[in-house]
């Protein structure tokens, strides 16, 4: 799933240890740590390579070994007080301004324990069984998803980085025999991104590539047929995401599913994810996001997207830990400069490969 742009943390942002999927810029030009945009740098193919290792080994782990072994990883990197560990403090102190740093770290190894989980999920999902997946969520309000199908008129669901929503895409295919659309933008090296795609297209998902300009177009053709069109919808820094007032301050998030709603008809649904205290994934699907009836499109897609930006926030604050930000969200975060004396052009080119949706 996707902002119409996939890449996200949980395709490739670093974790300190985790690889990390910054694109090289459009027309081939340098990747951020200069190599050229044609080739693998060192760091990407032990990326690939980590992936792969994972696919191949943890599948074939027994259940709780597999878990054991993704808190024992979720740990060490918490003790490591990394970058992207010290981020998810950061965004976790937005969402819970009143918690103590004490109350913030047991949240962020919370969170990265809920982290792994995804991982060691989703390695192991193209081996369960339908029965398995269906014991392992428990979604409520489905009615709305139902509903929307049923009226043919094409539904997309918007979700933050809660949880596993790969799982959730599984149980969507598989459960509820629903086929969907998603998007992933072209990780580096190609042979990462063509594992991502040949894992979701195993899993029942089309996979549309946003590179060429075309995504927009079939996924607005899917939903004009009655399709479902999936997509993560929690962080956007391109120059075209809207602005939207994010647990008290502006953050920005991808205009793409209010538009879409807005261009085809279909049902715009927020979906928020969690986990508890048992095996399973609980969920909810929430009520439709209506389109205005008065307005510019401008105007129509910023009440829409707030109105995401409001439903993701109710779910992310009844359960941080399992928000899986990683990186900087929020536009006055995104503004920090680098500290003196860094080169000229430090502060974009981080921005730039931060950039994962």
């Not at 594992?195 to 939903?223: D, N």
Request: with cysteine.
């Amino acid at each position: 799933m996707s902002t119409l742009k996939d890449g996200t943390s949980k395709d490739g942002t670093p974790a300190d240890g985790m690889p990390e999927g910054g694109a090289a810029s459009a027309g081939g030009g340098a990747s951020r740590d200069g190599a050229p945009a044609g080739g693998s740098t060192l760091k990407e193919r032990l990326s690939d390579g980590l992936y792969g290792a994972g696919w191949a080994t943890v599948k074939k782990l027994p259940e709780p070994v597999a878990a054991g072994l993704g808190r024992r990883i979720a740990d060490l990197t918490w003790k490591r007080r990394g970058k992207s560990v010290l981020r998810l403090e950061s965004n976790l102190a937005r969402v819970v301004p009143d918690a103590t740093p004490e109350r913030l770290a047991e949240l962020s190894k919370a969170g990265m324990r809920s982290y792994m989980r995804y991982w060691m999920e989703s390695f192991r999902l193209p081996t369960w069984s339908k029965e398995r997946v269906e014991r392992g969520i428990d979604i409520q309000d489905i009615h709305h998803l139902q509903e929307g199908l049923a009226a043919g008129r094409g539904v997309v669901l918007a979700l933050p980085h809660l949880a596993n929503w790969d799982l959730a895409g599984v149980w969507v295919t598989r459960c509820l025999g629903v086929p969907f659309t998603t998007v992933a933008e072209r990780l580096k090296p190609e042979t990462l991104y063509d594992r991502f795609v040949a894992y979701r297209e195993s899993l029942g998902m089309e996979v549309v590539p946003h590179t060429g300009g075309s995504a927009f177009g079939t996924l607005a053709r899917r939903l004009r047929a009655g399709g479902l069109v999936c997509l993560v919808a929690d962080r956007d820094l391109s120059a075209s995401g809207t602005e939207v007032t994010f647990f008290g301050d502006t953050a920005r998030m991808p205009a793409g599913p209010a538009i879409l709603a807005q261009q085809t008809g279909a049902r715009l649904l927020p979906v928020t994810l969690w986990y508890d205290e048992t095996p399973v994934m609980r969920g909810r699907i929430h009520a439709p996001i209506d389109v205005p009836e008065s307005g510019t499109r401008a105007e129509k897609t910023s009440v829409m997207t707030q109105a995401l930006a409001d439903a993701f926030a109710t779910g992310i604050a009844e359960h941080p830990e399992d928000w899986h930000m990683l990186q900087r969200l929020w536009l006055a975060d995104l503004d920090e400069r680098p500290a003196s004396g860094a080169p000229a052009g430090a502060a974009g080119a981080e921005r730039g490969g931060e950039r994962a949706e």
